[in-house]
């Protein structure tokens, strides 16, 4: 007989067996990887240059850590990371909270933030370039605008989602409009700000190589570029793994804090 949960509407999967099922497509691409890249090279359904094999990636690792400063370059797109999303934090969370709590704000600024979600982020990468250089500030600032444009709806509506019942309520105990917003509208929204940084900055990590890319000097991006021109192939799936390993821990290490810091959110069904 099926676990009750498995089919069932919103149903909570026991975290064993949440392990068991999130592990069963990591090993079937693992498997059709290895499927589609056995053999000599000659017999093979995809050839080396398209995709190397799990052995011939697993091979090049030590090339990559020692030849290509793996560690190195690591930490160069971290901070690039850091910064970039350190400047949308200063920018938007203000700007999202004025534009959820007050109309008039939301009236000036929405036209601009809906225009901008609009935009396709790499048509901008000019742009940054004409206005901060070539160079890291050009990187850094291009991450901070990636960063608040996924970011700023997502205050917003964290905002707007608090329930005007708070907000009677607080009016009739005597709270003015700025205690309003600093005692009612943020604390009770934080939880869901929170969760909104969390997705955005995995959201920024996909447009890291783009940035690091346009001027190839270090970081990862440049890795992969170099590795795509010059080879071997092999560091191009690897970069990717660093890559999704790291962003993967980030967002882990999110969640616990968010865990941490909001336990009254937890789920208790």
């Given amino acids: ?29 693992g498997f059709l990887w290895w499927f589609l890249t056995r053999g000599a090279y000659e017999e093979r359904i995809i050839g080396y240059n398209i995709l190397p094999s799990p052995s011939e990636v697993l091979k090049s690792v030590p090339d990559l850590l020692n030849q290509r400063e793996l560690f190195k370059n690591t930490l160069v797109s971290l901070r690039r990371v850091a910064m970039g ?3 949308a934090l200063l920018v938007v969370v203000p700007v999202g909270i004025a534009m959820g ?17 609009y935009i396709p982020i790499a048509t901008l990468v ?28 997502m205050v917003i509506k964290s905002i707007d989602g608090v329930s ?19 005692k009612v509208l943020i604390p009770i929204a934080l939880p869901d700000i929170w969760h909104g940084m969390r997705v955005s900055f995995g959201v920024g990590w996909t447009y ?24 071997p192939r092999e560091h191009i799936y690897l970069v990717i793994i660093v890559i999704t ?5 980030a967002d882990l290490a999110w969640e616990h804090a968010g865990r941490a810091l909001f336990p009254y959110r937890r789920r208790t069904t």
């Fill in 245 to 249: 390993i790291i962003a993967w821990a």
């Fill in 164 to 182: 005007d019942v708070y907000l009677r309520t607080a009016h009739t105990l005597g709270a003015t409009r700025w205690q309003a917003v600093r």
């Fill in 1 to 29: 007989m099926a676990a009750p949960w498995l089919l069932e509407i919103r149903g909570r999967v026991p975290q064993k067996a949440a392990i068991a099922l999130g592990l069963l497509p990591i090993l079937f691409l």
């Fill in 101 to 117: 709590s007050f109309g008039g704000v939301s009236a000036l600024l929405s036209p601009v933030a809906t225009a901008s979600g």
């Fill in 126 to 153: 000019p742009l940054m370039m004409s206005w901060f250089g070539t160079g890291e500030e050009m990187k850094v600032m291009f991450l901070a605008l990636a960063f608040a444009i996924s970011l700023l709806p």
């Fill in 208 to 231: 890291l190589v783009l940035a690091e890319v346009v001027v190839l000097s270090d970081g990862l991006g440049f890795l992969v570029a170099n590795s795509q021109r010059r080879g």
């Fill in 85 to 87: 999303f350190g400047i």
